[in-house]
């Protein structure tokens, strides 16, 4: 499963990836403090989550054709969130770094742009916004 | 016929639930759809073209014809990471 309401286990999530390949990837997004200058105290996220399982395995799907010798993992927290909790996490693993580093940039980036899922970042006034990435490149 | 349309998100918060089922004249689009919808909703009429959206999971073009018990719904933009 992709998805979880659970705080992601970096440290199962690492033993879990094939340990023998010779090069092991590991991106981690985590909670930010502000955003286009506004204070967050924190975050929920938000899943279409059947499509975004879907998404996902296309994802890799996709991924394992470019890059034939990596294994990937992905997790993505959803719910409410705090600063510094991790909201998403990549492992690519390969025999050589050069392929790790490549797959792993390529999934967050490919998570980032199709995968439903949606984020509200609330604010010390208690007010609140859904993040929108596209505002001002429309 | 009849499609079940979902809304998350910003367009779950706009139109005040998180789904429903509408009856749609035969062979009608995405596009119609969103047509019908922006009629209603007033952060749907400020968009200038259709959102990204999806039919049973994937995503889709504007011009995909509907089916009788499509899962369709249009994504606000999306923002994972």
């Not at chain 1, 440290?11 to 094939?18: I, K």
């Not at chain 1, 991106?27 to 286009?36: A, I, L, M, P, S």
């Not at chain 1, 996490?89 to 790790?100: D, K, L």
Request: proline fraction near 7%; charge should be negative.
């Amino acid at each position: 499963m992709f998805l979880t309401d659970s705080p992601i286990d970096l440290a199962s999530l690492l033993l879990e990836a094939r340990s023998s390949d010779g090069a092991l990837c590991l991106f981690v997004g985590v909670v930010r403090d502000q955003n286009e200058g506004r204070v967050t105290t924190s975050l929920r996220y938000e899943a279409y989550e059947e499509m975004a399982e879907e998404e996902i395995e296309r994802i890799v799907e996709r991924l394992s054709r470019d890059f034939p010798s990596v294994h990937l993992m992905l997790r993505h927290r959803v719910g409410r969130l705090s600063v510094g909790e991790a909201s998403v996490a990549v492992v690519a693993t390969s025999p050589h770094r050069a392929e790790a580093f490549a797959a792993c940039r390529a999934a967050i980036d490919r998570i980032k742009t199709t995968v439903p899922i949606w984020k509200k970042e609330f604010h010390p006034d208690g007010s609140s916004d859904w993040v929108d990435p596209t505002r001002g490149v429309r | 016929m009849r499609v079940r349309v979902l809304y998350f998100a910003s367009f779950r918060e706009a139109i005040g639930r998180d789904e429903e089922e509408r009856e749609l004249p035969n062979r009608s689009s995405l596009l119609d759809l969103w047509t019908v919808l922006s009629r209603e909703v007033p952060l749907f009429a400020g968009f200038p073209s259709v959102p990204p959206a999806a039919v049973n999971r994937e995503h889709a073009n504007p011009d995909t014809p509907l089916r009788e018990g499509d899962e369709v719904a249009f994504l606000p933009p999306v923002a994972g990471g």
